[in-house]
């Protein structure tokens, strides 16, 4: 199932972007986030640590000479400490009855550059718009 969600949602995702022009937060985000659907809580989780990342990052081009592969890889290394740092600490004395583990290590990396490049507000409306998609895709049986 896995495997079908990602590849819809990279498709799409290259199809959005050829006519619309706007990113959706990486070409596999979407259908991870249409995997974990029935999860909202690891979505929301995945998308505070994506906007706190972009945040980061901007923060930081007024101290680093950051752009294209530069600023990229610095989304991803901050998502990979940023979902290692919450695993480590955090949710091993949560006793929370609510999972809200972070989805993949890097998804809220690709979703902050992209978040970065176009608009936090823009990223999310597009990354909705094809999770639902994909959703509707997979419920429907098309």
Same mark, same amino acid.
């Given at each position: 199932m896995l495997f079908e969600?990602?590849?819809l949602s990279v498709v799409l995702s290259l199809v959005c972007t050829e006519f619309t022009g706007l990113f959706a937060g990486g070409l596999v985000s979407a259908g991870y986030f249409a995997y974990y659907?029935? !999860?909202p809580s690891r979505i929301a989780s995945s998308l505070v640590v994506a906007v706190? =990342?972009?945040l980061v990052v +901007?923060? %930081?081009q007024h101290v680093l000479i950051l752009y294209g592969r530069r600023r990229f890889a610095l989304s991803l290394v901050l998502s990979l400490a940023a @979902?290692?740092? %919450? !695993?480590? /600490?955090?949710?091993l004395y949560s006793g929370l009855s609510v999972d809200i583990r972070v989805i993949g290590y890097i998804i809220p990396g690709l979703i902050a550059?992209?978040? !970065?490049?176009?608009?936090?507000? +823009?990223t999310l409306g597009v990354?909705?718009? =094809? /999770? %639902? @998609? =994909?959703?509707? =895709? @997979?419920? %429907?049986?098309?």
């Open positions: 969600l990602v590849s659907f029935h !999860e706190l =990342i972009c +901007k923060l %930081l @979902v290692w740092a %919450l !695993e480590k /600490t955090f949710f550059s992209d978040m !970065e490049k176009q608009g936090i507000f +823009k990354l909705a718009a =094809i /999770t %639902l @998609v =994909i959703r509707l =895709i @997979v419920v %429907l049986g098309l």
